[in-house]
């Protein structure tokens, strides 16, 4: 029997420790065909969201997937982001957080384009977490 994977757990604990120390927590996600997300932010195929309380609205951080509404463009919008292509949660102010590896192949059917939801709030994307190399934000290590 396989065991429960651990990572929604572990982006529920991160996301409440940002929170309760005054940290904004963002998350990096490797789009595929079940992510639901702005298109025009999505860049190499990945993109970062906002997911404090100031910018998300019934945040349900899930076993399956992260749903949220935010508002782009003025507009509110539905977001809907799998678990497994969760590359890292991350504070905004200070980098620290956890990253997580994602699968080279997607599953049988999750291949495809994300669906467009809107646009970006105030006109500018998130900003990226620093990126050392290709495709890895930078993390600090969470004491």
């Given at each position: 029997?396989?065991?429960?994977?651990?990572?929604?757990?572990?982006?529920?604990?991160i996301w409440e420790w940002c929170c309760?120390?005054?940290?904004?927590?963002?998350?990096?996600?490797?789009?595929?065909?079940?992510?639901?997300?702005?298109?025009?932010?999505?860049?190499?195929?990945?993109?970062?969201?906002?997911?404090?309380?100031?910018?998300?609205?019934?945040?349900?951080?899930?076993?399956?997937?992260?749903?949220?509404?935010?508002?782009?463009?003025?507009?509110?919008?539905?977001?809907?982001?799998?678990?497994?292509?969760?590359?890292?949660?991350?504070?905004?102010?200070?980098?620290?957080?956890?990253?997580?590896?994602?699968?080279?192949?997607?599953?049988?059917?999750?291949?495809?384009?994300?669906?467009p939801v809107g646009e970006g709030a105030?006109?500018?994307?998130?900003?990226?977490?620093?990126?050392?190399?290709?495709?890895?934000?930078?993390?600090?290590?969470?004491?």
């Amino acid at each position: 029997m396989e065991l429960p994977s651990t990572k929604p757990y572990l982006l529920r604990a991160i996301w409440e420790w940002c929170c309760d120390n005054g940290f904004t927590p963002y998350i990096a996600v490797q789009v595929d065909g079940r992510t639901r997300v702005p298109r025009e932010f999505i860049s190499d195929g990945q993109i970062v969201l906002n997911i404090g309380p100031d910018a998300s609205n019934k945040l349900n951080i899930g076993n399956d997937f992260i749903e949220f509404q935010a508002r782009f463009g003025g507009v509110a919008r539905q977001i809907s982001v799998p678990v497994p292509q969760v590359s890292a949660i991350y504070s905004r102010e200070n980098g620290a957080g956890m990253a997580f590896e994602i699968d080279a192949e997607p599953a049988e059917g999750e291949a495809g384009e994300a669906e467009p939801v809107g646009e970006g709030a105030d006109g500018e994307a998130p900003p990226e977490p620093p990126r050392p190399e290709p495709g890895r934000p930078k993390l600090q290590r969470i004491k």
